[in-house]
C-alpha cells in the first residue's frame, strides 16, 4: 500500500467511525438544553475540534504504519481509545447516563495517555501529535464532570 493510501485509510477509519456515532447520537444531543459550566463553548465547536483530532489520530497512525512500526502494541492502544471514545458520546447523550460517562472519559483520559506513551516510543512525532487531543479530552472531563453536577 502506498504511503498515501496508508494515510488515507488511517485518517478516512476514525473520521468515518466518529462521523457515524455522531449521526447516530445527533437526534438525542440535548446540549444546548443542559446548564453548561463555565468555559462550555458553542455546540459548534465540537465536531470542528472532533474532526480535526480524528484527523490527527489518522496522521499519527498512518505515520506509525509508514514506518513499519504499527506493532501489536501499538494497534492495541490506538484501537483501545479509539473503541473507548466512540462509546462516550452513546452513554453521555443516548443513554444521559452523566455519570457513567464521567467515569467512561476517565477511562478515556488513561486510555489517550497510554496510547500517546505507545506512539512516542515507536515515534516521537506520532505521540507528539496527540498532544491536543490529550488536553481536549481533559477539557472534555471538566465538562462532563459539570454537566453530571449541575444537572443532576
Avoid at 494515510?7 to 449521526?23: D, E, Q
Avoid at 459550566?37 to 480535526?52: C, D, E, M, R
Avoid at 497512525?61 to 490506538?78: E, F, H, I, M
Wanted: net charge positive.
Amino acid at each position: 500500500m502506498t504511503n498515501f493510501k496508508t494515510y488515507l485509510k488511517s485518517i478516512l477509519v476514525p473520521l468515518v467511525l466518529g462521523g457515524l456515532i455522531g449521526f447516530i447520537t445527533s437526534g438525542k444531543m440535548d446540549y444546548n438544553l443542559l446548564t453548561k459550566p463555565v468555559l462550555a463553548p458553542p455546540g459548534w465547536l465540537f465536531p470542528v475540534v472532533w474532526s480535526i483530532l480524528y484527523i490527527l489520530m489518522g496522521i499519527s497512525y498512518g505515520y506509525l504504519k509508514t514506518k513499519d512500526k504499527d506493532t501489536t502494541q501499538v494497534k492495541k492502544s490506538y484501537y483501545t481509545q479509539l473503541i473507548v471514545n466512540l462509546i462516550w458520546p452513546l452513554i453521555f447523550f443516548l443513554l444521559k447516563w452523566r455519570f457513567v460517562a464521567l467515569i467512561w472519559i476517565i477511562l478515556l483520559v488513561v486510555s489517550v495517555i497510554d496510547m500517546i506513551y505507545v506512539f512516542y516510543k515507536e515515534e516521537k512525532l506520532a505521540g507528539l501529535l496527540q498532544i491536543p487531543y490529550l488536553i481536549w479530552v481533559l477539557f472534555a472531563t471538566y465538562l462532563n464532570l459539570f454537566f453530571y453536577l449541575l444537572n443532576r
